[in-house]
């Protein structure tokens, strides 16, 4: 079914990372996704469309655990991971950021990248009670690497703020470093432009784009910006009523007449 | 003399808050000789307050020392719910249950030991409590290799493992303790281990073992109840709390521990807790909630109670995180009941009740959530000003005045909801529980890397 929408542009090099076969997804009698298929390559740059109430942030959340799918199956790097709890996922390597900021509020900055660490500290709960040398060694490691994300984020100056105090702009930038610091493979980001002025969409774009090559990510963009979306992705994929619609490049999208529909209405013969 | 009372109180309440200021300043001492000498130090000036005599009477009396014991508990017991519901943002009424729970654990190991003459009770504590938490720590790994099982097989897994511990523990302790009470006696039985220092000993382990066993069953506890919302949980732990005070009261009847006389109370506990183990074990849980919260983990604890699906998305598993939390918090509501028993001499299940239990949690909100300078300061300064200084002051206005401090401190806690609803102190932390500061990378080196940092790595900072 998948194949029959769209014009399939040719097949990126790299493997497959992430590949998503008949995912669906009840909620109650209410079919949130139906039938969702995508597959994305290491080194893509997708962007995931579609009107509100569309499905895309479902997916996002079956993607990561936070829902369990009703049927189909996600496949990251080869593995099933449809049914993991979320925090196995993320330590399988996929992060994400959320369509309404989700900071630890009253925690600052440096902590909330810090706390990315966690689960790949390199020290445990009798090392840190015991403050010995291994707690010492890595504590300033991950200390020291979470404040490299910071300067790459230009949140240095703002390390011991709590995030609660920072603007929108700095907290969206601090949500982005967190989600790198947990080392992810792919990531995943749900409307990062949201509420952002056309001067920071631009900085945004150009952020996603050298974050992409200095990590070697993958990402996978839900975008309503238009100009984000086409500006920056390689391959979308447009969703309505939980179905996908249209695949193709941004050119090929542009020029989709169910997109047009979707987004528009019908027109009036 | 009731100013000179007044007076000589308010001067105690300030030196107790003076002093904790200082010991807690000291260990925040870069050097490790300034550190050790200072916290010996604090230790000594109070010993010897209690020593010292001017005149007939000593600085600290017999009161005093009380107030100081019984602050220190509460101290650890709420230190214990601060990390559970100010750190980790589970509501929870059940730390009374593990206070209680610990208590009597204690109790009954040295009363055993001291008036029957038995290493039975010991051994039955010590064996259950270590092939408890090895059969939990065997079961969690054996667990962890399956995905999603349901909890309450798991819970039903891990009770069963406890109840043949405890089962096995039972058996072995008896019979070792049949082996070891006629070779080496116990307290007044000729033998190697009739002396006081053997007493010492027992009473540690006692205190030790009290504290695990209490964090065992909030393990077997926590597991199905902590997945509900804290609101429930809350429900939840206060239903732990009642089975807790009413297996106390009948502990006679449908338990078999007649020692423990149900709701006449429990007498005959050798009083053993002198300053200086009530001193060691509050460090150690100063110490360990310390190096606990200004971890990784602690970072964890504090993310859980933040945003529990961010948590999840920065691969924090939060269900265990909740689990270990709570464990921890019981462990030191356990040893600080170890403590009081040992003080006070007589464990009665009016001490534990539901209502009582409201107390650790009232000092917790009224040092601060989240604060364990609070916590800390709010035990001692409740302890001084509740049970010191309104009592005696009101006793002398007649017999019934003292209850009026129940009306008064409730309305001290209301207004200072209203007033400063983060708590006494908010925040603050004094000296060694502060978070270490981490200094800004210097921007003369920035990272290798990071010098490739396009102008897009300043958006919207313009």
Known sequence: ?269 | MELGFLLGSVVKIVAVLGWLYGLLQVMAHASRWVKIIGIIAAFGVIQIAFTLKIGDQSILNDFDAGLLFQACTMAMVALGLNLIYGFNGQFSLGQWGFYGLGAYAAAYVTYKWANDRTSSALFVLLIGVILAGATILVLRRFLSRYYNVPVLSAFTLYLLGCVAAAAVAVVAGNAIASVIDPLFGAKDAPGLLSGDLALQIVFVLAVLCAGVFAAEVSFLFGLPVLSLGSDYFGIATLGFSIVINTLMVNSDTILPFPEMKGGRGMIGIPKLTTWFWVFIFLMLVIVVMRNLIHSSAGRAILSVREDETAAKAMGIDVASNKLLTFVIGSLFAGLGGGIYAHYIGFLSPGTFSFLAGFNPLIVVVFGGLGSMTGTLAASFGWMFFLEGLLRVLLGQMGTEAPTWRFVLYPIALLLLMLLRPQGLLGKTEWGFLRAPAVKPRAPASPPPDARATPAAAAPAAK
Do not use: W
């Open chain 1, 1 to 269: 079914m998948a194949n029959s929408i769209g014009n399939s542009s040719a097949p990126p090099p790299g493997a497959a990372i992430l590949d998503i076969q008949g995912l669906t997804k009840f909620f109650g009698g209410l079919r949130a996704v139906n039938d969702f298929s995508l597959t994305i390559h290491r080194g893509e740059l997708i962007g995931l469309i579609g009107p509100n109430g569309a499905g895309k942030t479902t997916v996002f959340n079956l993607i990561t655990g936070l829902y369990t799918p009703s049927s189909g199956d996600i496949r990251f790097l080869g593995q099933s991971i449809a049914g993991l709890e979320p925090f196995e996922i993320t330590q399988r390597g996929i992060a994400r950021t959320f369509q309404n900021i989700r900071l630890f509020p009253n925690l600052t900055v440096l902590d909330n990248v810090r706390i990315a660490y966690h689960f790949h500290a390199g020290y445990n709960l009798f090392d840190a009670i015991l403050r010995n040398g291994k707690f010492g060694s890595q504590e300033k490691e991950l200390t020291e690497r979470a404040q490299d994300f910071l300067a790459i984020f230009k949140l240095e100056r703002v390390q011991d703020e709590l995030a609660v105090n920072l603007p929108y702009g700095e907290q969206r930038r601090v949500e982005i470093a967190r989600a790198l610091a947990s080392n992810p493979r792919l990531l995943l980001l749900d409307e990062p432009a949201a509420g952002m002025n056309p001067n920071e969409i631009l900085n945004l774009m150009e952020l996603i784009g050298f974050i992409r090559e200095r990590f070697d990510l993958t990402i996978l963009l839900i975008e309503h910006q238009m100009r984000v979306v086409m500006g920056i992705c390689e391959r979308i994929t447009v969703m309505d009523f939980g179905e996908v619609i249209a695949r193709g490049t941004p050119n090929e999208i542009q020029n989709n007449e169910r997109v047009i529909e979707a987004y528009l209405g019908k027109g009036v013969d």
